[in-house]
Nanobody
Framework: QVQLVESGGGLVQPGGSLRLSCAASGGFTFSAYAMSWYRQPPGKERELVANITRFGVTNYADFVKGRFTISRDNAKKTAYLQMNSLKPEDTAVYYC?????????WGQGTQVTVSS
C-alpha cells in the first residue's frame, strides 16, 4: 500500500515561489514508480501539472513550462514540485500521484493560493 502525504502549500503573492513535497511510505519500491503532480482549481476539473518517470524523464503542462520543476529523491522516497513565478491562476489544490503498472495512489492534496 502506497501512502502519499503532500506538504508545502500555502498563501503566496503573485510572482512568489513555493516548493511542494510528496513523502511516500509503505512497503513498495519508490524508485520504480512514476510520480506526478496534478492540480484542481476551484470549480474546475483536476489537471496534470507535471510528471517524472522512474528514469528521471520529466514532462510539463504548457501552462507551467519554464516556471515549475518536478524532481524526485529516491533515497528519501520524496517527490518535489518547485513552483516559481506563481500566478493567481495557479491557485488550486495540488495532488501527488504515484503509478507503477496497475498500481497507483493519490495523496490528500495541499492548498496553494496565489493572491495579493
Amino acid at each position: 500500500q502506497v501512502q502519499l502525504v503532500e506538504s508545502g502549500g500555502g498563501l503566496v503573492q503573485p510572482g512568489g515561489s513555493l516548493r511542494l513535497s510528496c513523502a511516500a511510505s509503505g512497503g513498495f519500491t519508490f524508485s520504480a514508480y512514476a510520480m506526478s503532480w496534478y492540480r484542481q482549481p476551484p470549480g474546475k476539473e483536476r489537471e496534470l501539472v507535471a510528471n517524472i518517470t522512474r528514469f528521471g524523464v520529466t514532462n510539463y503542462a504548457d501552462f507551467v513550462k519554464g516556471r515549475f520543476t518536478i524532481s524526485r529523491d529516491n533515497a528519501k522516497k520524496t517527490a518535489y514540485l518547485q513552483m516559481n513565478s506563481l500566478k493567481p491562476e495557479d491557485t488550486a489544490v495540488y495532488y501527488c500521484y504515484a503509478r507503477f503498472l496497475t498500481m497507483h495512489s493519490w495523496g490528500q492534496g495541499t492548498q496553494v493560493t496565489v493572491s495579493s
